[in-house]
Every structure is written in C-alpha cells, then in structure tokens.
C-alpha cells in the first residue's frame, strides 16, 4: 500500500469522512491547514447525510479541484478550465464508480448506508488521484496556493 493510501487510512481512523480526506490531504499538499473548510466539506458526508445523494468522494474531489481553481476573492477569477476540469472529473466518476456500484450516490455504493473502510477507501483514493491527475493536466500544480 503506498504511502498516500496510509495516510488517508489514518485520517479515516482519526474520524474524518471521505470529503474531508480529499480537502485536507489537498490543503496538505499546499502546506495549508483550514479546520473552518474541514468542518464545513463535512456536510457532504453520505450524499449529505442519509446516504440519497452523490456520493462525498465525488462531490469532495469537484472541492478539491475547486480549492485550487476558483474564486475565492474579488480580486481573483476562476481558471479559465475549471467547468471543464470538474465535467471530466464526473463523467470519470459516474463511469468508474457509477458503472462499477450502479449508481454514484451513497446508498448505491453502499447498499446499507452504512460508510465501509473496504468500499469507501479505495473510491476516495481514486477520486483523489483522478482529480490530482485533472489538475495536472490543466497545468495546475497541487503544492501550489494560489494566494498571492
């Protein structure tokens, strides 16, 4: 298991949910800590909490991206990719975990609702990568803040 996956493993042992993994290992990686964002991606937690909507690892990877692509003052605009970089990154998703699991909400990977170290943790580390891969490929560089 590579060192990645270990460390979304202990952040899933410390109590953290699929959508904050994906924002904290993405603040991480800027060198950043944001308990204020961590708490608030919290709510994407189980499709938003009953398991009926999309699945956190999908909508927690669109905020990564995001973290990293739009607009986060006034001063600031939105990378010129951002809509398109956040299009691949669902049809990625509904094809692989959708095709796989039937369905991208929660209760659809899930079948009981109940969160599975077994079947959630690969999905976040998959998600993880293809949008770390998105970003890549948009010349986005994921150590990079886009603070000035």
Request: a negative charge; charged letters at 25%; glycine letters at 14%.
């Amino acid at each position: 298991m590579d060192e990645t996956r270990m460390h979304m493993m202990d952040l899933s042992r410390k109590g953290y949910y699929c959508s904050q993994i994906l924002l904290l290992m993405g603040l991480e990686a800027q060198g950043k800590n944001n308990p204020d964002l961590i708490r608030a991606v919290g709510g994407l937690a189980l499709g938003g909490g009953r398991g009926e909507g999309v699945c956190g690892s999908l909508t927690g990877a669109a905020c990564l991206i995001a973290l990293y692509a739009a607009k986060g003052r006034d001063d600031e605009e939105e990378h010129e990719d951002l809509l398109l970089m956040l299009s691949e990154l669902e049809e990625w998703f509904q094809a692989e975990i959708g095709g796989r699991y039937g369905g991208v909400r929660c209760n659809d990977i899930l079948g009981n609702g109940t969160p599975s170290t077994e079947r959630c943790g690969p999905i976040v580390a998959e998600a993880y990568m293809q949008a770390m891969s998105i970003l890549m490929e948009h010349g986005l560089d994921p150590t990079e803040s886009r603070e000035v």
